[in-house]
Each structure stands twice: as structure tokens, then as C-alpha cells.
Nanobody, 128 residues
């Protein structure tokens, strides 16, 4: 059974940094699952932030390029999202998601793309 557990959210001032972590169980990154980060701001639709798989590259939504970095630690089965230069518009609940057959680029660019497995989310609040 797949489980995803996020941590690392919190309150930060604009311009600050946070690192989110997602520990995955029930599969390994070598299984070529797509895994990534999605967010949902109050009153807005969910959007893809960043996604990758072991056989593909890392993809980012345009609004976070140059500020956010996704990385994986295969030994710990953990995916991270380093968020720098945070802006108030980054405020959202951030979810880790995984899918055995998803295409990472499509998961980010297609607003209707769904993933099979989701964590419960971690709240990021950026104050101005």
C-alpha cells in the first residue's frame, strides 16, 4: 500500500525559504513512479508545482522556475521541495503525489491531470 507523508510547511516571511519533505512507502523511486508536488491555494484550483520520475527529468510550473528545486533521496525514499524567494502568492497547501504511470511533464502542465496517490498535505503560509 502506498503512503506519502509530507512535512516542512510553516509560516515564513516573503523572501524566505522552506524545504518540504515527502517520505514515500509502498514503492521505491527505482520503480519509475512519477512523484511530485502540487498545491492548492484558498479559493483556487489545484496546480502542479514540480514533478519527476527516475526515467525522466524534473519539470516545474512557470511561476516557480528559478526559485523552487525538487530533489530525491533514493536511499531514504524521500522527495524534497526546496522553496526559495517565497512570495505571498505561494501560500497554499502543498501535496505530495505519486503515480506509477504518470508523465511528469503532463502532470504539471495539464490542470486536469490526476495522480493515483496523495499525501494529506502541509500548509505553507508566506506573509508580506
Amino acid at each position: 500500500e502506498v503512503h506519502l507523508v509530507e512535512s516542512g510547511g510553516g509560516l515564513v516571511q516573503a523572501g524566505g525559504s522552506l524545504r518540504l519533505s515527502c517520505v514515500a512507502s509502498g514503492f521505491t523511486f527505482e520503480d519509475d513512479y512519477a512523484i511530485g508536488w502540487f498545491r492548492q491555494a484558498p479559493g483556487k484550483e489545484r496546480e502542479g508545482v514540480s514533478c519527476t520520475s527516475s526515467s525522466d527529468g524534473v519539470y516545474y510550473t512557470d511561476s516557480v522556475k528559478g526559485r523552487f528545486t525538487l530533489s530525491t533521496d533514493n536511499a531514504k525514499n524521500t522527495v524534497y521541495l526546496q522553496m526559495n524567494s517565497l512570495k505571498p502568492e505561494d501560500t497554499a497547501v502543498y501535496y505530495c503525489a505519486a503515480d506509477p504511470t504518470a508523465h511528469p511533464e503532463a502532470a504539471i502542465t495539464d490542470p486536469y491531470y490526476d495522480m493515483d496517490y496523495w499525501g494529506k498535505g502541509t500548509l505553507v503560509t508566506v506573509s508580506s
